[in-house]
């Protein structure tokens, strides 16, 4: 098994870009981090390290920087490498997009803001071209929160910090992880592609009809 040496490797590296560079080294690990898509590299680990005798505000809001300039180039990597019009229905196309015009700030930020894999998400979001800037602003605000979590919480030495790092850590978990996010982003994608969207959503968002309705006079 490679998986667990590569992210002891690439921790080690992080940890280094600390030493030698201070707080900009914070936005290199958090980019360094974040940039690759499904594999659970905790750049929370160096968070809370470095947290211990640089200043924690800080320490967030530039390693959440660093995180969200990476997942915006797998959003933009997955927006241009998906051509949703060529597979799916005009209808269905105009009816994801409008749901995720609606609500997708709120699963950003919610998915942002929790330390599940979240590539998934981002992946999918791209695809349907959702707004870049409505992304960055709740992808942004929702990793500040967690990476405050951990900087804040390693001080006070929260139980949980503890937990979720020693988790990380082990590698039948990291492969767990890293299977169940491929996993899940093939089964999102296969339902995003094949199923009637504006069938089901209608039921629930009666507003969606009307703006399909519209797109289609077009």
């Known amino acids: 098994m490679v998986l667990l040496p590569f992210i002891e490797a690439l921790s080690k590296f992080l940890e280094q870009l600390i030493n030698l560079l201070g707080y900009p080294g914070c936005v290199l690990f958090g980019f360094f981090g974040s940039i690759i898509p499904f594999i659970p590299v905790p750049y929370y680990v160096q968070v809370v390290i470095v947290a211990q005798y640089l200043d924690p505000f800080l320490v967030s809001v530039l390693s959440a920087f660093g995180a969200i ?22 209808e269905n196309v105009v009816t994801l997009r409008k749901v995720s015009d609606r609500y997708g700030w709120f699963v950003v930020f919610f998915v942002a803001a929790t330390p599940v894999p979240d590539d998934m998400l ?4 791209g695809a349907l071209n959702y707004n870049v800037m409505h992304f960055i602003l709740a ?26 790092l020693d988790s990380i850590g082990n590698e039948f978990v990291a492969l767990g992880i890293t299977f169940a996010t491929l996993l899940g982003t093939f089964i999102l994608l296969y339902w995003v592609y094949k199923l009637d969207w504006t069938a089901i959503l209608v039921k629930y968002f009666p507003w ?7 797109e289609e006079k077009k």
């Open 69 to 90: 300039v990476a997942k915006v180039i797998i959003f933009y990597v997955a927006k241009y490498s998906s051509k949703l019009s060529g597979v799916m229905s005009k």
């Open 122 to 125: 981002y992946v999918v979001m």
């Open 208 to 214: 969606v009809k009307e703006g399909v309705v519209k």
């Open 139 to 164: 992808g942004y605000v929702g990793k500040l929160l967690l990476t405050m979590f951990f900087a804040y919480g390693s001080r006070l030495y929260f139980p949980l910090i503890s937990f979720l």
